[in-house]
């Protein structure tokens, strides 16, 4: 039986091999699931059989998606189409990603679609369809929706009650994404007049204080993740929504709700405008078959497939012609997600609006999170912005660099040939090096390509300045940067010297527990006349065996501020619970906790190795001379551990200190960055913050210095333990 | 010795419980989302699931995607073949490296040891980038192979210095003694020094194994085809920043976890001799 299904799999995959070489099927990416995603399939399906060019889909983690098509498609290893919104779209195409929409007609779909698509007067991408942002009401509970943020003012005490889980209203009210209708309800503005974003304005302190009061009042819950807006909606507790069209088809069937319009802000009388995103297929520049690309890319966006994929996908379309058709005409849905989208913001497409989303985050969770005021937030976002927005470093002359390069490799070499002849001939001191190099050379070339080569191309890119499409030369200017802590005190977090201060606490933290939890289980688990010993011992390093992103994802939901075990735990105890990622010390202590699960049962395994290697006689001799337990232990049992747990804390404090998946998947940073560690921190800034490898590299430079320092001491430890040791 | 008291005894064993309960409480938890029939997280203190189904696992094993392609059967596949190439070069590497840098002089032996050590302090995310456009050159892209050869030498560096560190304790002895009685260079090395070094190759191989099975950044950033991603890189799509499903998410995790905790329970009795008996020493 398992023979037979070893060899289905085996026939799975050939056959898998052999349709790739035969044809050569156009590449499609999406991020779509569920519905959208079997529209889109089907779509596809039909522009096969009107063609006869098959299509290949792929469907990519969203949170992937970005950084996957900017390395793929310059690597000509990307689709030939794909489907994004448009506002990425001028990042896009300052990386030379897109080829512009050569079969499109204006006329066909929406003008303000077209011109969300449009960079200096070019048009990239088909417009498919809009997305935007409206209330969903539970009619059962809401029979009228409400016109006025008064309304739903009024309306919300009736429909709360927060100790039993039910609210009158929720939102993913930590996404900026979510919290723009706000914002512009309260007459705020995003960009000024120069087109540079402004954070510190009223709209924004009102705009904030208004969710803030929701949130105090508790009309709707803390700390809400989509999967919690789609839980509580589905389940009758939650009276109202904001959501996107996306939502109707996460909607249980037992919930009878209707679409409808933001509310209007009474104190401004202006409607909650939300962003108009619209969603396009791009055709890639990198694409060998532009003409059919542009062919698939424009039928997708049309005709019968915006029928299939507004009846089946849900999606509302951004192509004139499909509201003339009956079923578009009489889907409710469509038509007030339509309705709604008239308030709607054409979200800019600018590189700018891209840099916008963090500071934006981390003013929302500060005021949601407590700890800020509303009329504070909008500095804290200005910084963060300016931070972030750094200005492009003034081009270095690569010359003296190159002569500081020559110069050394000539200093070595007059070093090398200088140095006294050698009384031996080489052969004779080094007899077997033919048969090392042999056993060596595999190895070597690998490492040489893989590890080697990337390292230098890694040190060296700090060097250099990285806008999207072409790198520059600017010497130490990113060093600089970092280390001048530029923008930032350097005792506030996303300051270099903080991060490094976290980064070094953390690391000493965990190696402290790491060792004193192993040691101390590896101290009971010696003796061998233990009952259960294998059975303990095999109970006890199922932590290392999990996957470190596993563990991470595990405990994150553990700490859930609502649903985790860990306040379960402590309201079983009769304690309040605590939301753990918004005050810097509980989110320090929740990263600690889960990297400690994780990291001791590898010092449990080197200690109990260890211990078993220590004569009995010594402790015999002891116990006769009188020694008490504790004299023994100091006396025998420390110095004899040392040499075997002296390389595994050395090994364990550089993985601590690189521990990126912990920091990552459980903290993210939070609050506001504040728990972020180097590596983190570096990433954030090659991958998060508009490609800047550059300074991510720079960044990285300085980690390795650092542990190349932390290196040079402990082997200065190691040598000192071995001298003692004898 | 003295045999201790029946108390003592006692206390260690309520000790140890205690603490394998600690130990074993999140495991616990993700095995009740793994089985309890909704999606989403509950606020129990209970690790046991109050209702069970099977259906979280028949969606992740047994699941079509939208194109009806049983995608999970290649992807185990594409992970035991990845994991299991990656082992099988890694270990070949990086056992005749580290046999010669522990038996043959040779100009630059110790610089080089302390290179490889040296490279793995810079952050490995941040060699994403070049190691992309390097796979690239070579037409890698997308490919198992090119994914197995990252993997085996990003591993090799930890791999060759406990070797190395376990071969430096083995008595020469018997290599000369083997000599002695006519072996060439290679069969000492393969009859006498490999045998040996059973408990350290065992724990080197299990390394080489982990890496490459639970690794997923790099496999998601170099690898396009569904059809052949590795295990977790699947298990992402039911973790998403917008989306979460519990259910799967654990089921998927249980899967994945599974092999590894059966290799170590495999290898417990090694582990300790292997990774401390040259251990990592210097």
């Known amino acids: ?726 | 010795m003295n045999r201790p008291s029946k108390l003592k005894m006692a206390a260690i064993h309520a000790g140890l419980m205690l603490l394998c309960m600690a130990t074993l409480y999140p495991v616990l938890w993700v095995v009740k989302m793994a089985l309890s029939p909704t999606d989403s997280l509950t606020l129990t203190v209970n690790p046991f699931p109050e209702a069970i189904t099977l259906e979280h696992f028949r969606e992740v094993v047994l699941g079509t995607d939208s194109a009806g392609r049983w995608l999970f059967g290649r992807q185990l596949l594409a992970s035991l073949v990845v994991s299991g190439a990656t082992t099988v070069v890694g270990l070949a590497l990086a056992v005749s490296a580290a046999y010669a840098l522990s038996r043959f002089r040779f100009p630059g032996k110790e610089g080089g040891m302390q290179t490889l050590l040296i490279t793995q302090m810079f952050p490995a995310t941040l060699m994403l980038v070049p190691i992309y456009s390097i796979l690239q050159k070579l037409h890698l892209l997308d490919s198992l192979t090119g994914l197995v050869l990252v993997y085996a030498t990003t591993a090799l560096p930890f791999c060759i210095w406990n070797l190395k560190g376990y071969f430096d304790t083995l008595p020469r002895e018997l290599e000369e003694a083997a000599v002695m009685d006519g072996a060439s260079p290679t069969q000492v090395f393969i009859r006498v020094v490999l045998p040996l070094a059973r408990p350290a190759l065992a724990v080197t191989a299990l390394f080489s194994f982990m890496t490459a099975w639970n690794e997923f950044i790099l496999a998601a950033t170099l690898l396009n085809d569904p059809t052949r991603f590795t295990l977790p890189v699947a298990l992402q799509r039911y973790v998403g920043e917008y989306k979460v499903e519990w259910g799967k998410f654990a089921a998927g995790a249980l899967v994945i976890s599974a092999p590894v905790m059966a290799l170590f329970f495999a290898l417990q009795k090694h582990l300790v001799g292997g990774l401390t008996a040259g251990g990592v020493k210097g």
């Open chain 1, 1 to 726: 039986m398992r023979g037979l299904l070893a060899l289905a799999l085996l026939a799975t995959a050939w056959s898998a091999q052999a349709a790739g070489d035969e044809s050569a099927p156009l590449k499609l990416w999406h991020a779509y699931r569920g519905g959208e995603e079997t529209a889109l399939l089907q779509v596809s399906e039909q522009f096969t059989a009107k063609t006869g060019v098959k299509v290949e889909l792929l469907a990519v983690p969203y949170d992937a998606y970005g950084a996957k098509l900017t390395n793929a498609i310059p690597h000509g290893a990307g689709p030939d189409v794909f489907i994004f919104n448009h506002e990425r779209l001028r990042n896009f195409h300052a990386q030379h990603l897109l080829a512009p929409a050569t079969t499109l007609a204006r006329g066909d779909y929406f003008a303000n679609a077209v011109e969300a698509l449009e960079v200096d007067g070019q048009v990239y991408g088909y417009p498919m369809s809009l997305k935007s942002l409206a209330l969903y009401v539970n009619t059962k509970l809401v029979p009228n929706p409400p016109a006025t943020t008064a309304d739903l003012l009024a309306m919300l005490p009736a429909l709360t009650d927060a100790d039993a889980g039910r609210f009158g209203f929720a939102y993913e009210s930590g996404d900026f994404y979510f919290h723009a209708p706000f914002l512009f309800g309260f007459g705020g503005e995003l960009f000024n007049a120069a087109g540079r974003a402004t954070f510190d304005t009223e709209g924004m302190a009102k705009s904030l204080a208004f969710v803030k009061k929701l949130q105090d009042d508790r009309f709707m819950p803390q700390e809400v993740s989509g999967a919690l807006v789609k839980s509580l909606f589905n389940d009758g507790r939650a009276a109202m929504v904001i959501s996107g069209p996306w939502f109707a088809g996460e909607v249980a069937p037992s919930v009878d709700y209707r679409v409808v319009a933001l509310p209007v802000v009474s104190e401004t009388g202006i409607p909650m405008r939300p962003f108009l995103g619209v969603e396009a297929a791009f055709v890639s520049a990198q694409s060998q078959r532009k003409e059919q690309a542009q062919a698939l890319a424009r039928f997708l966006s049309l005709g019968e497939a915006s029928l299939v994929r507004t009846t089946v996908g849900r999606q509302i379309p951004a192509d004139v012609a499909a509201y003339e058709l009956q079923a578009v005409k009489e889907d409710v849905l469509i038509s007030s997600f339509r309705e709604a989208a008239r308030n709607a913001t054409p979200m800019p497409n600018t590189v700018e609006m891209l840099k916008v989303w963090e500071p934006m985050k981390l003013a929302l969770r500060a005021v949601l999170q407590g700890g800020t005021e509303p009329q504070d937030a909008g500095a804290l976002a200005d910084r963060r912005y300016r931070a972030l927005h750094r200005e492009r470093p003034p081009d270095a002359s690569p010359l003296p660099w190159l002569g500081l390069v020559g110069a050394m490799a000539l200093g070595g070499t007059v070093w090398v040939m200088r140095r006294p002849a050698p009384t031996l001939p080489f052969k004779r001191r080094y007899p077997d090096v033919a048969q090392a190099a042999a056993y060596l050379a595999p190895a070597t070339a690998g490492i040489l390509v893989l590890v080697f080569v990337p390292f230098v191309i890694g040190l060296s890119l700090s060097l250099f300045h990285y806008e999207p499409g072409e790198y520059s030369f600017v010497g130490l200017a990113n060093f600089i940067d970092i280390l001048a802590s530029r923008g930032y005190r350097i005792t506030e977090p996303l300051s270099f010297y903080f991060t490094l201060a976290v980064t070094l606490v953390w690391a000493l933290v965990n190696v402290v527990l790491h060792v004193s939890i192993g040691l101390f289980l590896a101290m009971l688990l010696k003796d061998p006349l233990l009952k259960l010993r294998g059975f303990y011992r095999v109970l006890l390093i199922i932590p290392w065996a999990v996957p470190n992103y596993i563990t991470a994802l595990m405990w994150k939901g553990m700490f859930h501020r609502q649903f985790g075990a860990i306040n379960g735990l402590l309201v079983a105890l009769g304690l309040e619970p605590v939301s753990w990622f918004t005050k810097f010390s509980t989110a320090f202590a929740a990263n600690v906790a889960t990297n400690t699960w994780l990291g001791f049962p590898f010092m449990m395994v080197v200690a109990l190795g260890a211990l078993q290697s220590i004569p009995q006689e010594l402790y015999e001799a002891a116990e006769v001379d009188g020694a008490s337990k504790w004299t023994q232990f100091r006396r025998i049992t420390l110095p004899l551990l040392r040499p075997a747990m002296l390389p595994a804390v050395i090994l364990g404090s550089v993985w601590t200190f690189n521990m990126f998946n912990i920091i990552y998947l459980v903290s993210g940073g939070e609050p506001g960055g504040g728990t972020d560690i180097l590596v983190s921190e570096a990433f954030r800034w090659a991958f998060q913050r508009n490609q800047q490898y550059g300074f991510a590299a720079a960044y990285s430079v300085l980690i390795f210095v650092v542990l190349l320092a932390w290196s040079s001491f402990t082997k200065r430890l190691m040598r000192a333990s071995s001298e003692v040791m004898g």
